[in-house]
């Protein structure tokens, strides 16, 4: 409401502004309503993001919840087949100690769900904070956070890494990817993907011969500025290149294309953290049958 308000006055001045004040002044007031526009725009499209990142990380919550309330029910049913045995004086050479075991394990599975969801949920949401809050009004203008599904999305547009139609990082940009390796130092126990993305208008230059090129060598600077200029271990870093196959928006119009052309600073838990998990998981006891219930010996 506040900015509609302003904008109305404005609109109001310019109509009078013609004979009441000076040329330089309701040139100075256009240029106000201008800005002005552009910040409402630009609060539009962080509000539509957040809008989206909620929603991936309710899905992403709600998997959660589903492993978890799966692993319950498992473990309902092994309580269930001990508590036979144990009422029961009919099942025979049933090894209870196994049955415990097992229940046991799977309360650790659960347990382990449980933190390793709070933890990246944690370390998601500081590093997040953390850039956010190192990057100035201007930067944030050309750098949109994201946290989707447990990854960490920097998306930089074009205009502010590179000259158009190159690959070589602009002067200008420098300070805005030293904040960026600064935050990617700190944790060193995420994967660096630097993605290249492009708009659909071919590219015409004798050293670059398509958009798949020029996606790939955009990357490569980054990674390469990132490494040689601030400092990041190379082997956390990844380059590719998805050309014009991977929009966001319409390529019908600049807007639309403007967003397309962007570079994706892409940050995940290493692989081998899930891996560890997975392995971490309970095997099924050799004194449960599939269906739950208790196998007696012979």
Do not use: H
């Not at 000076?22 to 725009?41: C, I, M, P, R």
């Not at 994706?264 to 006891?285: G, R, S, V």
Request: glycine residues 6%; positive net charge.
């Amino acid at each position: 409401m506040k900015i509609i308000g302003i904008s109305t006055a404005v609109v109001a001045i310019a109509i009078f502004g013609s004979s009441c004040v000076s040329n330089k002044k309701f040139a100075a007031l256009q240029g106000t309503y201008g800005e002005l526009q552009n910040d409402y725009k630009a609060l539009n499209d962080k509000y539509q993001d957040c809008q989206r990142e909620m929603s991936g990380s309710t899905t992403r919550v709600r998997s959660l919840e589903e492993q978890i309330a799966q692993q319950r029910a498992g473990l309902r049913s092994l309580q269930d087949a001990l508590n036979k045995c144990l009422n029961s004086s009919s099942q025979g050479n049933v090894n209870i100690s196994k049955l415990v075991d097992e229940i046991n394990a799977s309360n650790r599975y659960i347990q382990q769900l449980v933190n390793s969801k709070n933890k990246s949920d944690s370390l998601n949401m500081v590093l997040t904070n953390n850039l956010t809050r190192s990057l100035s009004r201007e930067e944030m203008r050309d750098v949109d956070v994201q946290v989707l599904k447990g990854v960490v999305y920097i998306s930089l547009s074009d205009k502010m890494l590179y000259r158009s139609g190159s690959y070589e990082i602009s002067p200008a940009a420098g300070e805005t990817l030293s904040k960026i390796a600064k935050i990617i130092t700190d944790y060193r126990d995420y994967e660096v993907l630097i993605e290249g993305n492009t708009d659909n208008v071919p590219i015409s230059q004798k050293n670059i011969r398509n958009n798949w090129d020029l996606s790939a060598l955009r990357a490569s600077s980054v990674v390469q500025a990132l490494q040689t200029t601030y400092g990041v271990d190379p082997k956390r870093l990844t380059a590719g290149g998805r050309g014009e196959y991977n929009p966001i928006a319409s390529n019908d119009a600049e807007e639309g294309r403007s967003r397309n052309r962007r570079t994706q600073i892409i940050i995940t838990p290493k692989l081998d953290q899930f891996m560890e998990l997975i392995d971490k998981a309970p095997e099924k006891a050799d004194s449960v049958s599939p269906a739950g219930q208790p196998v007696t010996g012979s």
